[in-house]
């Protein structure tokens, strides 16, 4: 029961990761995106 416990919160700390990794990947995305279109 401990084991299981445990692993399940290691996955929502891996979807919390994956999740704020996206929003940095959307952000740099955009940011190239915008610099693009200056040139």
């Known amino acids: 029961m401990f084991s299981y416990e ?4 290691y996955i ?3 979807e ?3 999740v704020e ?3 940095e990947l959307e952000k ?3 940011r ?3 610099f693009r279109g200056s040139l």
Do not use: D, G, P, T
Not at 6 to 9: A, E, I, L
């Open 32 to 34: 190239l995106a915008a």
């Open 16 to 18: 919390m990761e994956l």
């Open 6 to 9: 445990s692993n399940s919160n």
């Open 21 to 23: 990794i996206r929003q």
């Open 28 to 30: 740099m995305a955009k």
């Open 12 to 14: 929502e700390v891996k």
